[in-house]
């Protein structure tokens, strides 16, 4: 049987993040073989060259460790002005100047959560587009798009919403098995 380590990247900063209480919610819902640790990566400074020149922030190699170390991604984020937010954008702007491209042939899955009603799409169509540039192996199918957030997790940040839950518990067998696909596809 498999025994796969995710990492977990959540696209949003704050505490209180409805993407962070979904990527809690995916981890439960992973079947036998996948288990997930979330990265912290506020402590990145914002992508600059000249920081670059004078040696890698501390931070990069962390990161750039964890996501080498992972058989796969998980990525939680919310949309910012139809787009990928800051935060994420900056780690892989980091982690894309990196000799070694931890993100080549790296299975990753993605969800959303919004406020809004549309759950992200905007944003996880271009975070696709931005992976792919780095030669990542995005799962395409079942999509999680998760909109009215707010009303589909509690206070405390547990997942009340059922067929999110259900949405979730799909995603994560079929990229189980996306992952496999992957690892013999580089192997
Ligand atoms: C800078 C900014 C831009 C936003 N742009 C969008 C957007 O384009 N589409 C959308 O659905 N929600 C947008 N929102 C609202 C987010 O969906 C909402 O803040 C959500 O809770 C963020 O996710 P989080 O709870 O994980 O932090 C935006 C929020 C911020 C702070």
Do not use: H
Request: proline share 5%.
């Amino acid at each position: 049987m498999s025994n796969y380590s995710i990492l977990g990247l959540c696209g949003s900063l704050r505490a209180k993040s409805v993407n962070l209480a979904a990527l809690k919610a995916a981890a439960e819902q992973m079947p036998a073989g996948m288990t997930m640790t979330i990265a912290d990566f506020s402590d990145l400074p914002l992508y600059n060259m000249d920081l670059q020149d004078q040696g890698w922030p501390s931070a990069v190699i962390r990161l750039r460790d964890q996501i080498a170390a992972a058989d796969g991604l998980l990525i939680a984020s919310p949309e910012y002005n139809w787009s990928v937010g800051a935060p994420l954008k900056n780690l892989i702007d980091w982690i894309s100047r990196l000799k070694n491209q931890p993100l080549q042939g790296k299975p990753v899955a993605m969800i959303s959560a919004t406020e809004g009603a549309v759950g992200g799409v905007r944003g996880q169509l271009d975070l696709r587009r931005i992976l792919s540039c780095l030669g990542a192996q995005m799962l395409v199918k079942p999509e999680v798009f998760i909109g009215l957030a707010y009303g589909k997790f509690s206070p405390e940040g547990v997942l009340t919403d059922e067929l999110t839950r259900k949405f979730l518990t799909a995603q994560m067998a079929a990229y189980l098995e996306w992952i496999g696909r992957v690892k013999r596809a580089y192997s």
